[in-house]
């Protein structure tokens, strides 16, 4: 196997050569290292950099960078485990190279999460998550992160696909990354609270082709009942743009009041909040000192993340412009005319063109066609 060297933050570490030539570089080589990701592996460094861990699982460790960059830059114990034999020598030659004491196991991560625990438990698979996190939680005393790049079946592209993997109903909707990472979280606090803990978001985003969750894991029956309260479901109208949330357990039956059409239901999904505002403004401030590849982009996710409303759901104000058969105005003009009717509005990570408001949704149809919002 060709290897060649790579670098991240502090980082330096042997990767497979991929073919660039290829439709998806990072699937010819033997073992997966996909460069994209550089931001997600960024996120957790500077996130473990402020909660200081007592140790650390890279539980799907692959070419072993996320764990050594932890163990490099965070200065946190290490386990890296890997089941298959030619990513765990390629771990072991990284870990001898960066001379750290950090521990290699050669497991399959449920059985490992099934026998051992560990205060922050990292899943990065290729694809979804759903089949690891029963024994994560188990394994997991505090921080449990978990990673998903099988983002068409959560966001309902491949319906019948998520409704088997997370036990929930997606719909693809024009804001159907967020329903994606909602849904995800709703089957995380689920499977969680089946063991008598709850569940609360520290930084929850999702970007291009993955969602990503860093969670703090509670203990106890009661932080188990707190956090099932914030499930429930979006229940979105398909002829129009009109929906609504319910916090429930079971979804009732809903019609819309614009059209009459029946609304469908979507989820359960998580209705919370997704970040911790106080953790996300500490990471804001300790990223000023640290120099990461991902910092200009870090900056913006985190200052939009901190901004954005936590209501659940948003409008792309360009796809209800096209209903509306107008130029939609720049969308500072459409946040300053919501906020003028007296409802808060914000700007969203999940997408440029994303508006989150309390407002009715008449309310942000006037402020896009200009019509009636003086």
């Known amino acids: 196997m060709d290897l060649t060297e790579a670098t991240e933050g502090r980082t330096s570490f042997l990767v497979p050569v991929q073919d660039d ?19 997600n592996r960024d996120v957790t460094v500077l996130l473990l950099s402020i909660l200081h861990p007592s140790d650390y699982l890279d539980g799907m460790g692959a070419t072993g960078i996320r764990g050594l960059r932890v163990a490099t830059e965070c200065g946190i114990p ?21 001379g750290l004491p950090v521990t290699v196991i050669q497991r399959d991560v449920n059985a490992l999460l099934s026998e051992q625990s560990f205060d922050t438990v990292d899943l990065d698979p290729f694809g979804t998550p759903a089949p690891f996190i029963d024994a994560a939680i188990k394994g997991t005393r505090r921080y449990l992160f978990v990673t998903a790049t099988d983002t068409a079946p959560l966001c309902g592209a491949h319906l019948k696909a998520g409704i088997r993997r997370y036990s929930a109903y997606p719909m693809n909707t024009p804001y159907h990354s ?31 082709h993955f969602a ?10 009661q932080a188990a009942d707190d956090s099932l309260k914030q499930t429930g479901y979006i229940h979105q109208c398909r002829k129009c743009p009109y ?4 916090a429930a357990i079971l ?14 239901p979507i989820g359960p999904v998580w209705l919370g909040d997704l970040h911790n505002r106080t953790l996300l403004a500490d990471m804001r401030a300790q990223l000023e000192g640290m120099s990461l590849g991902s910092q200009k982009e870090l900056v913006k996710l985190l200052d939009c993340c901190s901004e954005e409303l936590p209501e659940p759901g948003f409008y792309d104000y360009h796809v209800l412009a096209k209903l509306l058969v ?32 309390t407002a009715p949704l008449e309310t942000v149809l006037s402020a896009i066609s200009g019509k009636n919002s003086e």
């Open 78 to 98: 290490v386990t890296i485990s890997d089941r298959e034999p030619v990513a765990i020598d390629l771990i072991t030659k990284n870990v001898e190279r960066s």
């Open 178 to 208: 967020e329903v994606g990472l909602r849904i995800l979280l709703g089957f995380v606090v689920r499977q969680t609270a089946r063991y008598d803990r709850g569940v609360e978001p520290i930084f929850c985003y999702a970007r291009e």
């Open 21 to 39: 030539t290829a439709r998806f570089p990072p699937g010819s080589a033997p073992i997966f290292f996909n460069r994209r990701m550089e931001l």
């Open 243 to 246: 929906r609504e949330t319910e």
């Open 326 to 357: 107008c130029s939609p105005p720049d969308i500072t003009t459409v946040l300053s005319r919501i906020a003028a009717k007296g409802y808060p509005a914000s700007r969203t990570h999940f997408s440029g063109y994303g508006i989150k408001t």
């Open 251 to 264: 979804s009732s039956s809903r019609t819309c009041p614009r059209c009459g059409e029946p609304l469908q």
């Open 212 to 221: 990503r969750l860093h969670l703090h894991l509670l203990r106890g029956p």
